[in-house]
Nanobody, 124 residues
Framework: QGSLVESGGGLVQPGAALKLSCTGS????????KGWFRQAPGKEREFVAAIDWELTKSYYADAVSGRFIISGDNGARTLYLEMNNLKPEDTAVYYCAAVMTTTWGSRPPDFRFWGRGTQVTVSS
């Protein structure tokens, strides 16, 4: 129901763009609100972005607002995170999550299902 697999991470230079994908094998990624988080070395996991199950509204952490875009394709059971103008401080393991268990707009929200993450490294 809730298996999630991220892909698309890699090593990029500052200012570059990268698009992450998260594919779900079950219904969770389609029927629930979903989101992206990240965790840098030595730091706690932090909220990045969330989108509602109908893919009509979203909200972002201040650190990425205006640079990152969350979107999805329910037919393809896939969630995306488009990251633009990447900075070294964006370096982290990025996780997708599905089925929000907290109120819409919560900061941070919590989710029932989590992927295992994909590494994003921004370095010159």
């Amino acid at each position: 129901q809730g298996s999630l697999v991220e892909s698309g991470g890699g090593l990029v230079q500052p200012g570059a763009a990268l698009k992450l994908s998260c594919t779900g094998s079950g219904s969770a990624i389609v029927t629930g609100h979903k989101g992206w988080f990240r965790q840098a070395p030595g730091k706690e996991r932090e909220f990045v972005a969330a989108i509602d199950w109908e893919l009509t509204k979203s909200y972002y952490a201040d650190a990425v607002s205006g640079r990152f875009i969350i979107s999805g394709d329910n037919g393809a059971r896939t969630l995306y995170l488009e990251m633009n103008n990447l900075k070294p401080e964006d370096t982290a393991v990025y996780y997708c999550a599905a089925v929000m268990t907290t109120t819409w707009g919560s900061r941070p929200p919590d989710f029932r299902f989590w992927g295992r993450g994909t590494q994003v490294t921004v370095s010159s």
